[in-house]
């Protein structure tokens, strides 16, 4: 268990002040990207609502029906004077069952589930994690308390930079337009995957219509097995990939903000390629491990093992 925390030694348990065993050094924090509208943020400041008033009742009791309040309730008599017996007084419904609602039930579709309606659904837009998985507004107010808060910036029209690395704005925009890999079916989560060009740099530019994020498995395919015999891709200017497989078939994905924060894949500026790019993996070979990661951490863990 130590070792899986990443502990080099055993907690001491001797309970004594002057004990000379080290300690483990304190756990780092755990980041977790929670992506949210500003008026959810705005909601962690809002005064709480005051309490509902207490019931009065509108008129003080009376001395009389206080009595009679304390009477004891009056026993119920069949029509010959007997004592009615609840079991012999059971009677079967007939005809069709009453309805339970006043209105009948209206099915909603997930997007109208998600889009707040003031008096009818929640008030706070619901957030997104990194990976897709929503999360309810108001759990998103409470655990944003606290957190560091970066703005994410839409490019809008703006021109390419000028370089291969994308910044930190814009490289943190395309991860939460896309929360995921963007290959068919994939669903790592955008923090665990590298921001791909598109079209290869440095025929394609660094632009939010020619970046999007692929998990290293897929950005290794695109890189090894694409071309006219492989797997292709194109970028719209609002995030859209539409794929083509080896065998023909195409595949189209969207952003993963789409559905809660459209904003966030308004299209952006258009790119175009500045000449046909060439292969650009010419003396690159793919990459093959000899060991497994499985493998490589049992290894070292076997070599802490002895040295200690």
């Known amino acids: ?63 009389d029906s206080a009595d009679r309040s304390s009477d004891p309730a009056p026993q119920v008599e069949s029509r ?8 012999d007084e059971r009677t079967a419904l007939d005809g069709d069952a009453p309805a339970m609602f006043s209105k009948p039930l209206r099915e909603l579709t997930l997007t109208e589930a998600l889009t707040p309606t003031p008096g009818r659904l929640a008030s706070l837009r619901p957030a997104a994690l990194m990976g897709g998985q929503f999360l309810p507004g108001a759990i998103a107010c409470r655990a944003t308390v606290g957190a560091t808060i970066t703005r994410i910036v839409h490019p809008g029209q703006a021109p390419p930079e000028p370089r291969y690395r994308p910044s930190k704005k814009l490289a943190d925009f395309v991860r939460c337009r896309d929360l995921t890999c963007r290959f068919p079916g994939c669903r790592v989560p955008a923090t665990n995957c590298d921001v791909d ?65 459209p904003e966030l894949s308004e ?36 070599r802490d093992r002895e040295t200690a």
């Open 1 to 63: 268990g130590a070792l899986a925390h990443n502990n080099d030694r055993l907690a001491c348990l001797c309970d004594t002040d002057d004990c000379p065993a080290a300690q483990n050094p304190p756990s780092t924090g755990v980041v977790v990207y929670v992506i949210a509208s500003a008026d959810t943020l705005e909601e962690r400041h809002a005064p709480p609502l005051p309490p509902p008033p207490p019931d009065v009742p509108s008129e003080p009791p009376t001395s």
């Open 80 to 87: 010959e004077g007997v004592p009615a017996d609840p079991a």
């Open 197 to 261: 060009h598109t079209i290869p740099w440095p025929w394609g530019p660094t632009a939010a219509s020619n970046l999007k994020c692929l998990c290293r498995r897929h950005h290794l395919l695109k890189t090894f097995w694409g071309g006219q015999s492989g797997w292709r891709d194109r970028q719209l200017d609002d995030g859209t990939i539409v794929w083509t497989a080896p065998d023909g078939r195409s595949y189209i994905t969207t952003p993963g903000s789409r559905l809660l924060f």
């Open 267 to 302: 299209p952006t500026a258009s790119v175009v390629a500045s000449e046909v790019p060439r292969a650009h993996t010419a003396g690159l070979t793919m990459p093959r491990r000899k060991t497994t990661r499985a493998q490589d951490r049992a290894s070292r863990v076997q």
